[in-house]
């Protein structure tokens, strides 16, 4: 500053000099420039304040050279009582100061000044009391939660906020500094500074504040249902409870897949699932674990997961007729079939079963179109394969046969075997119907001479056999027979083929079917179904006069009779002798034995024997042997309502209080007879019921030691059989069952 002063005071010498030297020139008076409103201003409040910025104000002519000097009471100011920077000026001492702003121009000086008046500060720069506390509702110390920031600073200061996080910027914390507010976004230890600044003066205060994080929030998920469908939705569960204070920020339901059977999850796609609210809907069959995430406001997080499996939405095939169709050779021909149920879920196959002559492709809709180069009877297979679940299939057979002419070849009816069980059962014939009619020309009837038959393929067990077999006077119906009947145990499958020739057109329709033979000794096992007894003649009977056992075979039992609806045997028909020929109608036989067993079965009447209402159905437990007895029981009409009576002399017999249905057509009743033994002491318990979906109700309980009929009471049952008794009726037997039979 000093040399600001002398150099001013050089300045003006020369000036006056040049003045001086201008006046004697011209030898006029010179004419010096005018300095006007020469002013310092500063900030409202710091006016005349030590320390603060004042700006210089002055109007000068154009072209002048401008300088200016500072005194502080009459004399010359020095650099510690003020600074200049440009056109401002920071006074620090107290006292009036005089500035005199100078022009120069054309060798003339004016000039003009300004006084100031700067008093000393009233109070020293300073912050306090620099305090961090939790907002109304909220928990002080935590992510998330809002803070207040509160200060004391010098009035007429610039205060500023910095937040440092382990001494560096912290770059996770929020300041509104119109609300004086703060939010933290992570865990840690925080130093909020408070900064107040005057001029070139400033002072500072701090506090710290540890945050730490909320708990994180309770989460569980529970599933309405474990097992669904596709499509069928799932009730979610859901609950989240934050930690005091906290609160959500987001709840989220993500799902992760695999297919059924195992493997790994992977993340479910967003096209694979759908939530509407709380259910969850999946849209393909697998395992499914649902997850239920949350994120809290506290920056805390929780997540709970539940599973459960998908299966394969329903999908049912039916053909659309039940017949088989008659389709011409090598002519594409599309049979039609239904679906019900997400057929979109699935993919189509068609399975020709190896057959070479036969393809078979998808048709118009739900159709195949099927081209068949040979004239000869097929299946083809409708396969509906699960997309996700491989090993779910679903599938329809359409059975069609292709003859060379529509017009002409034989047309088969519903099923060309007419009825023919698809089980071979190994104690009885079955009857080969076939069901045929002619076509065009003189439209005959067709009998058995215009059918051929041939054992396409047998894997019948070694000790039986299957072989076509005919009555000798009536060749009209044939007859297939599976032995060995003695001992019932013929097991294995074989393959017919049937070829019915129009006589007067000369072609041909030709069928095949297999049939399954299951042996009816097994213990625990099932015994035949359907065995049928009748006493009258019945409208399903063929007339075929005398058998001729010379040509049925050893095998054949002279009691056996077959009719169109499968195998029928008959005890006593009034057109045939039966002497010499034992009364069972169905006699099977254990592989080894016990004394204990359980005998069900299902019995229904057709009908009473017409002359004298009689009913007879004789139920016997044979010793090994076969020719003794444990005992049998009798199945009756008695006062009209069915009874059941025993063959054995009891110790001790109570009857339950069981209401019997009356003997008339279409009256059913199931029956279940216990048999334990101990020493020579048998104990049977007889239970029936009259609907097939309630519980058994007891019958009868007795405790025998002594058969009328030969044998022990306390010997293994070794075989059991049924047999009509005295033209009793007409019934069917069905359902047989008997357990721990051989055990």
Known sequence: MKRIVWIRALLVAALCIFGCFALFGCGSEPQAPEVKDVALTAEEGLYGVAGEAHRLHYTVPEGCEVTASVELGGKAATAEDFTCLGEEYIFYTAGEYTVTVYAAKDGMLGRASVKL??????????VGNVSIKAAAGETYGRIGALHLISYEATAGCEVSVTV????????????????????????????????????????????EIEV????????????????????????LEREAVYAEGDCALSEQISANYRRTGGGKYRPAEADEFTVIGDTFIPHIAGEWEVIFHVESKGGASGEASAKFTCNPADLTLAPVSASRARIATDTPTELAYRVEGAADKYTVSFDTHGNSNVTAVAGGGYSVRITASEVDY??????????????????????????????????????????????????????LYFDAKSCGGAARELTGKDASFEVLSSNISASASAGILYAADNREYPYLIVSNFGNNTATGSFTLKMTVTDPYTHYSAVAAKQFTVTATTNSNSTAPSNIQSYIQRHADFFDMGAMDYSILGEYARENMVLTKTGTIMQRTNPNWSMEGHGPDFARMRGASASADCTLEFSFELLGVNPDTGAVGLGIGLRTGDYEGWAGFFDLRAVNGKLAIAHGFTAKSEAMGSVEMPAAVAGAKLSVRIDRRVSGNSAVYVVYVKTAADAPYAEYMRLVADVSEAAGNIGANVAAFQFTHRNAGGCYIVDGVKFTDFGA
């Open 212 to 235: 730490a994080a909320f708990d994180p929030p309770t989460v569980s998920l529970a599933l309405g249902k474990r097992n669904v469908k596709e499509e069928e939705g799932v009730t």
């Open 117 to 126: 008046t700067i008093a000393a500060r009233a109070e020293t720069l300073a």
């Open 378 to 431: 097929f299946t083809v297979t409708v396969v509906y394969t699960h997309k996700t679940a491989s090993s779910v299939t679903k599938s329809v057979d359409l059975d069609f046969y292709s003859v060379e002419s529509l017009t002409y070849a034989p047309a088969w009816g519903e099923d060309p075997f007419g009825g023919m069980p698809s089980e071979v059962l190994t104690s009885m014939g079955h009857l």
């Open 164 to 207: 440092q996080k382990e001494g560096a910027a912290a770059t996770d914390a929020v300041y509104d500094a119109a609300l004086q507010t703060l939010v933290f976004g992570a865990a840690g230890n925080y130093t909020v500074t408070v900064t107040a600044a005057r001029g070139s003066e400033s002072a500072s205060g701090s506090a």
